[in-house]
């Protein structure tokens, strides 16, 4: 496994290894990897020559800088088990080789104009502006303009995304499209712990309590997916927030049945061809979100 810092010289060996005609699968992350990444890792290898995994906490997603400061940066574990899943490249650049001062300047960062970030104004409407858009505004302008900047920097055929972050998904998916990107996109099942909990990088900050408590999170989404033929979605959505809290330390931010596609609320399950339920809580200081597909 080769570990680049500098785009250049990733760039030089990349071209190398397009020159034999070799394809590239391509996972990004931020670090602090679980299994969940392996398995995207695990996906990739399957079905492409080479492997580049990139490591970068990117700040411009962050509109809660103390989230910023806190996130586990943990790069020498990270690439043993990189390493382990047989990842060919580890791309993990400083932040000064990804931005200039000026794109890192935050009042910019939040304009409208998308060109500013994405090089292209795009729009991803409705997309952008529910459930975790309404949450943390800016977040997704700032996920889509590390991505952009790491499908340029890397040029891979197929890119990998886990389906817990079922939104970002949505938003790379729609800039893919719109900045006419020619990179498949993959979307990889969510590995859950053994009692459902979803894995994630911030799920080292719970106590063990708190993680047999977090069950509750699946147990009541598996508990749509059961009903849904049965119940109304405005009955369905009062007997989860119920659910949640009977847990007195978990707080509901939301949840939310959604189209799959358009991400727009639904109230009734005849309007939509496929359909999505969300869920973001906070249990203690951690925000966690999950989601299962209805159908
Ligand atoms: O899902 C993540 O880990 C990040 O949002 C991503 C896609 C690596 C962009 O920083």
Redesign the pocket.
């Known amino acids: 496994m080769i570990i680049f810092n500098s785009i250049e010289q990733l760039q030089n060996h990349l071209n190398s290894i397009r020159n034999q005609k070799k394809s590239v699968g391509f996972v990004?992350?931020?670090g602090a990897l679980h299994q969940g990444h392996i398995s995207l890792i695990n996906r990739a290898k399957a079905d492409s020559d080479v492997v580049v995994c990139?490591i970068?906490?990117?700040p411009t997603?962050f509109n809660d800088l103390s989230d910023l400061d806190k996130y586990p940066r943990t790069l020498a574990a990270d690439c043993q088990l990189l390493e382990k899943a047989n990842c060919d490249i580890v791309f993990a650049p400083e932040v000064t080789e990804m931005y200039t001062e000026a794109e890192l300047d935050l009042k910019k960062q939040k304009i409208e104009d998308k060109s500013w970030t994405l090089g292209k104004q795009v729009d991803f409407g409705m997309l952008e502006t529910v459930m975790e858009g309404a949450q943390r505004p800016g977040h997704f302008n700032?996920?889509a303009q590390?991505?952009s900047k790491?499908f340029r920097i890397v040029s891979p055929d197929k890119a990998y995304?886990?389906q817990k972050?079922f939104q970002?998904l949505a938003i790379?998916r729609s800039m893919t499209k719109q900045l006419e990107m020619p990179i498949q996109i993959i979307a990889c099942d969510i590995i859950r712990e053994p009692n459902g909990l979803a894995m994630s990088?911030r799920n080292e900050r719970l106590t063990k309590e708190e993680r047999s408590l977090a069950a509750i999170i699946s147990q009541t989404l598996y508990t749509i997916k059961q009903e849904y033929l049965s119940k109304s979605v405005g009955v369905l959505k009062q007997e989860a927030l119920q659910n949640i809290q009977t847990v007195p330390a978990i707080t509901m931010e939301y949840i939310e049945i959604s189209d799959s596609d358009s991400l727009q609320a639904i109230s009734d399950f005849k309007q939509s061809k496929s359909a999505v339920v969300c869920i973001a809580v906070k249990l203690g200081a951690v925000r966690l979100i999950d989601n299962v597909v209805l159908y």
């Open positions: 990004p992350t931020m990139s970068f906490v990117n997603q700032g996920v590390v991505v790491l995304f886990g972050d970002q790379i990088s």
